[in-house]
């Protein structure tokens, strides 16, 4: 899972991205995970449950 403050530092608002995929609403029940092979963000329910959405968004 990525910390809130790792992605700020790199650029990156957690509240926004989950936003753009998610809509307003239930945001606090999914977490971004970041693919460690493409750097990838993705998003997933708690615990990386579930289908993930891939967001486009990459941290190097």
Same mark, same amino acid.
């Given at each position: 899972? !990525?910390?809130d403050?790792?992605? $700020?530092?790199?650029?990156?608002? !957690?509240?926004?991205l989950k936003?753009?995929f998610l809509?307003?609403?239930?945001?606090?029940?999914?977490?971004?995970?970041?693919?460690?092979?493409s750097?990838?963000?993705?998003?997933f329910r $708690?615990?990386g449950?579930?289908d993930?959405? !891939?967001?486009?968004?990459?941290? $190097?």
């Amino acid at each position: 899972m !990525a910390d809130d403050k790792y992605l $700020k530092r790199n650029g990156i608002d !957690a509240h926004k991205l989950k936003e753009e995929f998610l809509g307003d609403g239930k945001n606090s029940n999914y977490d971004i995970y970041i693919n460690k092979d493409s750097g990838e963000l993705w998003i997933f329910r $708690k615990g990386g449950k579930g289908d993930g959405i !891939a967001t486009g968004e990459f941290i $190097k």
